[in-house]
């Protein structure tokens, strides 16, 4: 059973509780220097924000936001699995549980429960730029992984999402306070001056960190990831129809095995260009890519 709320928030929020509780096995571009499993978990499901190509969109018939009350029962599950081996788990995958952590409190609950466990490593994607979050515990094996796009795209595909300043801002803060911090420029979007968009984007970057007194701010990350937009045709397919005006989604993308993704030749020259551009600015083995 579950109830709902209503307030200030502008999607509908119900509290459910999931049962059986399940980590889904999941191949991340991290694995080849983890070396361990690679889970995804969904304590919430649906994101606050609405950006116009977010696969979400495709998954679920509406867009109202749903938190799963019964975290204890995903912790006990927890507890089981890491007697056994060591675990990757993305805890903010189908949701931006940052954005929400003012209502729900669920990232501090799960860092408290890393810090007991060493053989645990947790990744929080995010858009949100909420300098709040640094007052959470600095822990090694808790990861903020910031998703980033140049200004221009955020204006277009991404309503309602801090500016690409605040989040590079909020990821710089969280590195000068010793955090674990990952960039994310995935998805990489295309625009006719996508070069230019994602040339700014690294400047600014460059810029901040400067401005912060973070000259080596690219070899403080944890790592970076590189990767054009790409989605299941199941999801594209209703994506469309509910987005039948955003470019992103119109795009005549390429279906390559079931999924949809920019053609072959345009998919290398934009994720070949990121990747140069960031090699001149940290170690390459550090950037991951598909």
């Known amino acids: 059973m579950g109830r709902t709320v209503s307030g200030s928030i502008r999607h509908r929020l119900s509290f459910w509780q999931k049962k059986p509780i399940i980590f889904f096995m999941k191949e991340h571009r991290s694995v080849r220097i983890l070396a361990i499993p690679i889970f995804i978990t969904v304590p919430m499901m649906n994101c606050i924000y609405d950006c116009s190509y977010c696969y979400l969109k495709g998954m679920y ?18 507890d089981h699995i890491l007697k056994t081996q060591n675990m990757y788990v993305c805890i903010s995958y189908d949701a ?54 140049p200004q221009k795209m955020i204006d277009a595909f ?8 605040a989040r590079i801002v909020c990821a710089a803060e969280g590195l000068k306070k010793g955090f674990p911090v990952r960039l994310c420029f995935d998805p990489m979007l295309y625009l006719p001056s996508w070069k230019t968009d994602y040339l700014q984007l ?18 403080k990350l944890v790592d970076v990831s590189v990767g054009t937009f790409r989605i299941s045709q199941e999801y594209m397919k209703k994506l469309r129809r509910v987005e039948p005006f955003a470019p992103a989604v119109q795009y005549p993308y390429v279906n390559c095995n079931g999924v949809y993704q920019y053609p072959p030749e345009l998919l290398k020259k934009m994720e070949n260009f990121m990747i140069t551009e960031l090699t001149q600015r940290m170690d390459k083995e550090n950037i991951y890519y598909e």
């Open 158 to 165: 991404e309503k309602e999402t801090p500016s690409a300043f």
């Open 202 to 219: 690294l400047s600014q970057i460059d810029r901040i960190f400067g401005d912060r007194m973070l000259h080596d701010g690219w070899e």
């Open 96 to 149: 931006d549980l940052l954005a929400m952590e003012a209502v729900t409190g669920y990232v501090r609950l799960w860092s408290a429960y890393a810090a007991k466990h060493e053989n645990l490593k947790l990744e929080i994607r995010t858009k949100c730029a909420g300098h709040a979050m640094w007052d959470l515990p600095c822990l090694s094996n808790v990861i903020y992984a910031f998703t980033l796009s």
């Open 61 to 78: 018939p509406s867009g109202h936001m749903v938190l799963f009350v019964n975290i204890e029962d995903y912790l006990e599950e927890l």
